[in-house]
């Protein structure tokens, strides 16, 4: 079974500029998760979706963030503009139900803004 | 709000030894799951144990071990026989139980493990 596959891996951007990173969740996964990691802290959720709806997105600055998860299958996150605080590992994650029992994780793309 | 504190930045083991990790956590809920997760510096998150707040067994994986103490809010991880690999940073995480709200995972700040030889 492939895992949960997320692109690019690096990206370096100047800050207020945008950028955009890709997630395609394990066939079949119904619920899909973005976390920022940010270096020396734990994942913190951005956003979830279930299907194509959103679950939660308390967390997303939403001022420069957004997220959609169109067909309910890949979901790509994008920032616009970008700070230097972002600068972080996303990690997209995927469950087969909405549950925290078993979610994988993908690679995870690192984001530096210079 | 809930929140995942482990309070050792970095803890050192010989290998074959065997080391514990810590976690305190706070949750109004009754029931919740309680993981503990391994990144190595590929970055992939590794689901290491899992522990359902309602169970009063602790749960074991091979080499790795809990002690739960739900009334302490406590969560600690035991590696036995330590192994070369297992060097990584440990993660604490707590989350929901599905048919409720939000299930994203809440962690804590992760404990750098060094294994030495």
């Known amino acids: 079974e492939a895992g949960v596959a997320q692109s690019p891996r690096y990206k370096i951007i100047e800050k207020r500029q945008s950028v955009a990173f890709w997630c395609n969740p394990i066939?079949?996964?119904?619920?899909l998760y973005w976390y920022q990691q940010i270096l020396g802290q734990g994942p913190k959720l951005l956003i979830q979706?279930?299907?194509?709806?959103?679950?939660?997105d308390s967390q997303l600055p939403k001022d420069r963030f957004s997220a959609e998860r169109l067909k309910g299958v890949d979901s790509t996150l994008k920032i616009q503009p970008a700070k230097l605080e972002d600068s972080a590992v996303y990690l997209c994650?995927?469950?087969?139900?909405?549950?925290?029992?078993?979610?994988?994780f993908g690679p995870g793309t690192r984001l530096t803004v210079t | 709000a809930q929140t995942v504190t482990q309070s050792q930045p970095e803890m050192s083991v010989q290998e074959a030894e065997t080391v514990t990790l810590s976690c305190t956590y706070d949750?109004?809920?009754?029931?919740?799951?309680l993981f503990w997760y391994k990144q190595p510096p590929s970055r992939q998150m590794i689901l290491v144990i899992r522990?359902?707040?309602?169970?009063?067994q602790n749960a074991t994986e091979n080499r790795f071990s809990v002690n739960f103490q739900k009334a302490a809010k406590s969560f600690s991880l035991k590696i036995s026989d330590s192994q070369l690999g297992d060097a990584a940073m440990y993660f604490c995480?707590?989350?929901?139980?599905?048919?409720?709200?939000?299930?994203?995972?809440?962690f804590g700040k992760g404990t750098h493990l060094i294994i030495q030889p």
């Open positions: 994650a995927s469950s087969l139900v909405r549950s925290s029992y078993e979610q994988y």
């Open positions: 066939s079949g996964h119904a619920t």
């Open positions: 979706f279930q299907n194509n709806g959103v679950v939660d």
């Open positions: 949750t109004s809920e009754s029931d919740y799951y």
């Open positions: 522990q359902e707040a309602y169970k009063q």
């Open positions: 995480a707590l989350g929901g139980i599905s048919g409720g709200g939000a299930d994203g995972l809440t």
